[in-house]
């Protein structure tokens, strides 16, 4: 079974910039890695998502251009490079696994599985 264990999220102003990562411990081979958030009191959101290979990213509309996935394998962890961060972007930040497939998009978080226990990041105005 495999575990993520997510980290590197905190308190950041407006316009400030946050890496997190997202370890795994386990073999994650054909697995692609999303990362999704969740404010209180609102659904899960698909923010972006990693093929296994690396070569294959997507990103939810709240992410694109400003956010960047990668992937590093050597040491097995995914992160996720934010900037210009907004107050808007407060949340639980959770990575996952989902099977590799040919069409990278975000998907349902249903899809995924082997969710980590979340990493808080809020920004502030």
């Known amino acids: 079974q495999v575990q993520l264990v997510e980290s590197g999220g905190g308190l950041v102003q407006a316009g400030g910039s946050l890496r997190l990562s997202c370890a795994a411990s386990?073999?994650?081979?054909?697995?692609?890695v999303g990362w999704f958030r969740q404010a209180p009191g609102k659904e899960r959101e698909f923010v972006a998502v990693?093929?296994?290979?690396?070569?294959?990213?997507y990103y939810g509309d709240s992410a694109k251009g400003r956010f960047t996935i990668s992937r590093d394998s050597s040491k097995n962890t995914v992160y996720l490079q934010m900037n210009s961060l907004k107050p808007g972007d407060t949340a639980v930040y959770y990575c996952?696994?989902?099977?590799?497939?040919?069409?990278?998009?975000?998907?349902?978080?249903?899809?995924?599985?082997?969710w980590g226990q979340g990493t808080q990041v809020t920004g502030s105005s």
């Open positions: 996952a696994l989902r099977w590799d497939r040919p069409a990278v998009d975000g998907g349902s978080w249903r899809e995924y599985d082997n």
């Open positions: 386990g073999r994650t081979f054909s697995r692609s």
């Open positions: 990693i093929s296994y290979s690396g070569d294959n990213t």
